[in-house]
């Protein structure tokens, strides 16, 4: 069936298939593999894009229902080849260790900064609860993010 | 697969009563990771997420479609501390109360302070209108309830009397992300303690004989609170599964009615 989604600001209409979540249809039909595929239950975040303002895992999106939906993915958050600076802040830190997690964590952590500018450490710590890094990288990922918000630990 | 999106709640009851098999789609945190897994394929999604009367939120009526992320906000005291345990933000951004009581999960976060509150389940259908069930009659079992084919949960009705001392807790292997091992809502009021359990029974359950046996003490002592938590453990009704064991149930069952009940009391 068909839906107009607006990804990254640009309005595009797919043909979607039932029971496809909006994730497959990112990585397989927008050519947008920086949202990640790993759980499909919800459970690591690793999908983490910006749905209709909320934060949320794609892969628990039906892809039918996003019709007239607006959609940010990673690939959204760089201007004109700048980095977003919770990708900067991440880069300084080296809080990138194998980079399979490192898109949801982005996205989720932008998300908090545009809601929040200027989370505590225990805001922080929340808002990236739904991301798991199985390398365990937490500790830089989270002086990243310290850094960025001016919050020091 | 057919697809329709109801924009409106005449559209939804219209499209349940042609298409009573329609399996309904709300916040997806339940249903896409069954569809993801296949173990579920349905063939006809009904989707309620542009339905704007289910997003009404109330302290008497709590809109089907209202997101954890709203009662952990704005919810009754004990309803926002289950929903803040409720997955990760982006669950709670995307699941809804209404998607928990019609999945009506032995583990969901928001059941046992429905019972607690001694709320009804409002649910609509084109052909009959609106039923307001008890909360003692909606959950009959392992996710089966006694909404009809035809019909859609619309809110959570709560009595205009609930008490605002309310407790909840759960216990999990981690803090973040975890389905419940064991939940608990303590509510107190003028008439006593209302216990509340979730995951230790094929529904939600009330620990009637543990109210009974503190709601005759004058006071609450330690003696009267070792007594609780043991019929507590005693009259819960878990079974060992993949996620803990009969007897660790009934041991964190007691546990943390009790120290629901304590922190009802500061």
């Not at chain 1, 595009?12 to 920086?34: A, K, M, Q, T, Y």
């Not at chain 2, 959950?139 to 909404?147: D, E």
């Amino acid at each position: 069936m068909n839906v107009a989604i607006t990804i990254n600001g640009d309005e595009r209409s797919l043909d979607v298939r039932g029971h496809e979540s909006l994730l497959n249809v990112l990585r397989n039909d927008l050519d947008l593999p920086g949202t990640k595929d790993a759980c499909e239950q919800g459970e690591c975040g690793s999908c983490t894009v910006i749905f209709d303002g909320e934060s949320v895992c794609s892969c628990l999106v039906m892809a039918a229902d996003a019709d007239g939906s607006s959609v940010t993915t990673v690939e959204g958050l760089s201007s004109d080849g700048e980095l977003h600076p919770v990708q900067e802040a991440m880069l300084a830190e080296g809080a990138v260790q194998c980079g399979f997690c490192t898109p949801g964590f982005v996205v989720a952590g932008s998300h908090l900064l545009e809601t929040n500018p200027h989370p505590t450490e225990p805001e922080i710590r929340e808002a990236l609860s739904g991301n798991i890094c199985r390398c365990t990288g937490y500790g830089s990922i989270l002086r990243a993010f310290e850094t960025v918000t001016g919050e020091e630990s | 697969m057919d697809f329709f999106a109801a924009h409106d709640l005449d559209e939804a009851l219209a499209a349940k009563a042609d298409h009573p098999d329609a399996q309904i789609l709300a916040g997806g945190t339940d249903l896409m990771v069954e569809i993801n897994l296949a173990h579920h394929r349905p063939s006809r999604v009904l989707s309620l997420r542009r339905v704007g009367e289910i997003q009404e939120l109330s302290d008497r009526r709590i809109g089907a479609g209202v997101t954890w992320a709203r009662l952990e906000r704005d919810g009754h005291r004990g309803l926002a501390q289950a929903a803040r345990t409720v997955g990760s933000p982006q669950i709670r951004a995307a699941g809804t109360i209404g998607g928990n009581v019609a999945t009506a999960s032995p583990a969901g976060d928001g059941l046992p302070w429905i019972i607690a509150a001694e709320a009804s389940i409002e649910v609509q259908s084109k052909e009959r209108g609106t039923r307001t069930i008890p909360w003692n009659e909606f959950f009959v079992g392992v996710k089966r309830t006694s909404l009809a084919v035809d019909e859609v949960v619309t809110a959570v009705v709560v009595p205009e009397d609930v008490p605002p001392a309310q407790e909840f807790a759960k216990v999990g292997t981690r803090n973040a992300m975890v389905i419940s091992t064991v939940s608990c809502v303590v509510i107190r009021g003028d008439d006593g303690f209302r216990v509340a359990l979730g995951s230790v029974a094929t529904t939600p359950m009330r620990a009637t004989q543990a109210e009974e046996m503190i709601n005759a003490e004058s006071t609450i002592s330690d003696s009267v609170l070792d007594e609780f938590a043991r019929i507590v453990s005693a009259e819960v009704r878990p079974i060992t599964d993949h996620r803990s064991t009969e007897s660790y149930r009934r041991h964190a069952s007691g546990v943390l009615a009790r120290r629901l009940v304590e922190r009802s009391l500061r």
